[in-house]
């Protein structure tokens, strides 16, 4: 942790991790928090988060009114910034206040912050359309591409699209749960009833991605059509889904497909059945979702689940930034170390 320990502007944060992500990334620091219910640091990237909220659109950086950052500094990509490329770091603002409030019962935070928080949530209205599903489009920055092919925590590529990008607008189904539960957790913030209500349409639209065939959610759901396929999105989910968001056969679903992403290590980022050319986030396992996985699986009792998850702690006698699986073996690979699985592995052996 000291090795990532960084300071911008004398906020004490963290980088994603060495060599290749020195810099600070919303998604990934916040994860860590929550992950090791660490108030503080949550507490210090809420602070930096709300001091680099969009206030404008640009095409170049992504950026736009109230939305938060991806990565800072961004990098160029493609001939464009990544700063503002992600539509999962505001929903993850929200919820990293309602968990700091409930870790440490401090209101204050969200009362300085609450211009933060209102125009966060205004963010997230602004992208659901007329069946309340949370959706993406460059438009929205006055751009007709982002520097990144995909702005959901799976940004490498997207299945069964030409170069592994979706045709827009697109709506990544994590990406609505996350914003679902966003707005739930800015409806206590906030007291605001009318989010609540928002939040129960938002929860009665998700039913509108689940594919019958296949007795899963879809992946996303772009202006082609539904992408379909088993991937850890599923379980990824139970982290920000609560009870009666999803009936239990959907859940006794989502855990028979899962038999597909299982490895010695835990669950795979895609079922071996569907075929991606980059393998960045389909040919791996990502030490930092077991722990997301774990405490989601908790939640709703599926304690094979928690098992097979909880096995990633037997790799990490260092902090690898995912395994890659070839001819059915797994090797590390990426940063060492990488700040979730530092708190991974943390998380584990609190256990």
Known sequence: MNRLKTKYENVELYQAGLPDFPRN???????SALILQDSIMLKNQL???AKKQGIKKDSFTGEEPG????????????QLNTEYNACDTTALFLIGHAIYQKLTNDKSLAENQKENIIIAVDYILSHLDKNYLFYEDPKFCGANRFALKVTYWKDSEILGR?????EYPVIYTLAHIQNLAAIRAASKILNSRKLLEISQKMKKALQRLYDKDLNVFYIAMDKKGPIKGINSDLLHALFYLEHGDVDNNQIKEIEKSSLELETPIGFRTLSPKFKIEDGYHSQTVWPFEQAIIHIGAKKFGLEKIQ???SNIIKSLDTEPEYFIIENNKLRKAGCDPQLWTIAT???FKSL
């Not at 990334?25 to 994860?31: E, G, K, N, Q």
């Not at 939305?67 to 493609?78: M, Q």
């Not at 030409?162 to 979706?166: F, L, M």
Request: net charge positive.
């Open 25 to 31: 990334f919303t998604r990934d620091s916040i994860i």
């Open 47 to 49: 602070l930096f988060s």
């Open 67 to 78: 939305k938060i950052f991806h990565e800072y500094p961004g990098v160029i990509l493609n």
């Open 162 to 166: 030409k170069n592994g990008q979706p």
């Open 307 to 309: 098992r097979i998850s």
């Open 345 to 347: 592995k943390k998380y």
